[in-house]
Each structure stands twice: as C-alpha cells, then as structure tokens.
C-alpha cells in the first residue's frame, strides 16, 4: 500500500548543482503535482500534470523543471540550486485533474541548498 | 478567484479540553473543502472533505466540520484534544480552471496541547 513515494527522502547541494526528485505513484492516478512548503506559507504548486504526457506551470515554477515519464512517475529539476529553493517538497497525485477529491502525498523531500 | 484564510497561525489547548481551527475562504462557485494534517517531518494527512453533500462533515480522530455558505467558513473541531492532535493544519479549497483542478492551501495553524 505505497501511494505516492518520493526520493530522496533528504538532500543537501551546494549553490549551482543540479539535481532530480523523484515521485512515483501505484494508484493509477491520472494527475500528478509538485509542491513546495515553506514556513507560514502553506503549500505553493511548482508544477503539474494534469495527465501523462502534459505538464503546466503552477504559482512558483521559476528556477524549476518538470518531467511525466510515464503515468506512475513525475520527476522535478533544479538546474542551478539556489538558497531560495531550500525548503521541503511534496509530490501529490489526485485521480483526474477535475475531480473533487482530495489529493493524496508522499512523505516529502527535505531540500537544504548551501 | 478562490483562497483560503486561516485565522489563526497559532493555536494552544489543554488536553482534554475542545479544539476549533478557523478557516474562510471564497470561491465564486460551490468548493470543495479539505482538511488536512501533517505531523512533525511527515507528510500531508487528509482529516476531512466536502464536497457538496451533508454541512456537517465528520473526519478522522474525531475531528468534524461544518461548511457554512452565509459565512463562507469551514472551521475544524474536535469536542476534547489529545496530545497525538498536536500538528499543523491545513485547510484547503479545490480550484478549477477549464477542466484542470488545482489545490489552494492555507497559511497552515500549528495547534499546541499541553498536558
């Protein structure tokens, strides 16, 4: 009973490096999403897809990139890391992007950039 | 457009004692309202949802809340707190644009019980 797993768990990165998370979901879920959480701030949608093949920019995607490589996965890139992208990132998967159901998340990504 | 206003950044209790997390929000149609719950370097944990149906909505753990149209609130209660309630809470509103669905969160209330 996975739901939605997200790795790495932790990572530290100097200014500059680039990296990948990684978000897989075994619901057979249709849309996919990428958050970041930041104090008193809530969640913040980076970015999302609404359906394999497809992704749109949500409310902070600067800085950001985004890959559906199939419909269990969803990955999210920072190319050049920066101190302002220190924060704790969440993958969410929903059933379709229209539903009003809720979305259900993995356990989150703790990012600290250096 | 919708948002979501959490009241309160902060909340403490005594154990034992009841609980009510506020939340507004505003929406040009009928939302849909979710409460969720994240503990401490865990992820988000859905408590709640409406979704049109019945006002009064009962949860997990013994939380509930009642959607008010007239005062566009969607506060979270729960009649005595335990110290497992300690957490951050989030109420969120389901935003469509065209056929796509976005989540609004928040700011989050930390709710604190002492013993």
């Known amino acids: 009973n996975a739901g939605v797993t997200q790795t790495p768990k932790f990572q530290v990165l100097k200014t500059g490096q680039s990296m990948t998370l990684q978000c897989a979901q075994d619901?057979?879920?249709?849309?996919m999403y990428w958050y970041r959480q930041d104090p008193g701030m809530g969640l913040r949608l980076i970015y999302y897809?609404?359906?394999?093949?497809?992704?749109d920019k949500g409310e902070v995607p600067n800085g950001y990139n985004v890959s559906r490589l199939n419909k269990r996965e969803f990955s999210l890139r920072l190319e050049s890391a920066a101190p302002s992208q220190t924060s704790v990132y969440f993958c969410?998967?929903?059933?379709?992007?229209?539903?009003?159901?809720?979305?259900?998340f993995g356990d989150g990504t703790r990012l600290s950039i250096l | 457009a919708q948002s979501v206003t959490q009241l309160d950044s902060h909340v403490s209790v005594s154990e034992g004692t009841p609980v009510l997390l506020r939340c507004n929000y505003s929406s040009s149609y009928s939302p849909s309202l979710f409460w969720y719950v994240q503990h401490p370097n865990k992820g988000l944990q859905l408590l709640l949802k409406?979704?049109?149906?019945?006002?009064l909505v009962k949860g997990i753990n013994g939380f509930e809340a009642e959607f008010k149209k007239s005062e566009t609130s969607f506060h979270l209660t729960k009649p005595s707190a335990h110290m497992s309630d300690a957490a951050e809470y989030f109420c969120?509103?389901?935003?469509?644009?065209?056929?796509?669905?976005?989540?609004?969160f928040g700011q989050g209330t930390t709710l604190q019980v002492k013993p």
């Open positions: 619901m057979n879920h249709n849309s």
């Open positions: 969120v509103v389901s935003s469509f644009s065209g056929n796509t669905g976005k989540l609004i």
């Open positions: 897809s609404a359906s394999e093949g497809t992704t």
């Open positions: 409406y979704t049109s149906a019945a006002t």
């Open positions: 969410a998967s929903l059933s379709q992007s229209y539903s009003n159901q809720p979305q259900h």
